[in-house]
C-alpha cells in the first residue's frame, strides 16, 4: 500500500527549471550564434566607452543582457572577458559611486561576473575582484550574494 498521494519525483528542481535554463535575460531563446554576435557587438560599444573614460557606461553595457544557457558558453566566456576588462580598468576611487548608481538586477548580475570571475583567477585579477565585491557588498548587502548563488542563471 501506498502513502504516498502526490509524485514527488515531477517536482524535480532540474526538470522544473530546465526551460529557465536556456533562456536569456530577455526571457528569449537564443542560438549560441546568435548570443556570440551579441556579445562581440556589445564588446565594440564597451571599448568605444573605454576609450572615451566612460567607464559606468561601458560597465552598464557590458553586464547588460548577459548570455544565460547551458549551450552559451563561447558567448559566456567573451562576456566575462568584457565585463573583466571594464572591471579592471575602474580605478579604485570610482567603484563605490559607480556600483552605487546600478540597479539592483545590475548589481546581482555584476556580482555572479566578479565570482565567475574568481573561479578563474590565472586569468582573471583576485585582488580586483575582491576589492570590487567588497564595495558592491556594501552598496548591495548580503542580499545580493544570496540572490546570486541561490539563482540556477550562469553567467
Known sequence: MSYRNTDVDILDEDQLF?????TFAGGEELEPD???????????????FLTRG??????????????????????????TKIVMDVLNSVKAADIPSIVKNLTLEQQDVLMKYIYRGMASPELYSSAVLLNWHEKLTEVAGVGCIVRVTSDRRTV
Open 18 to 22: 530546465q526551460h529557465e535554463l536556456f
Open 54 to 79: 566612460n567607464t559606468e557606461n561601458a560597465l552598464t553595457t557590458a553586464i547588460e543582457n548577459p548570455p544565460y544557457g547551458s549551450n552559451t558558453t563561447e558567448a559566456k566566456d567573451q562576456n
Open 34 to 48: 546568435v548570443a556570440l554576435r551579441n556579445v562581440q557587438a556589445k564588446g565594440v560599444d564597451v571599448r568605444n
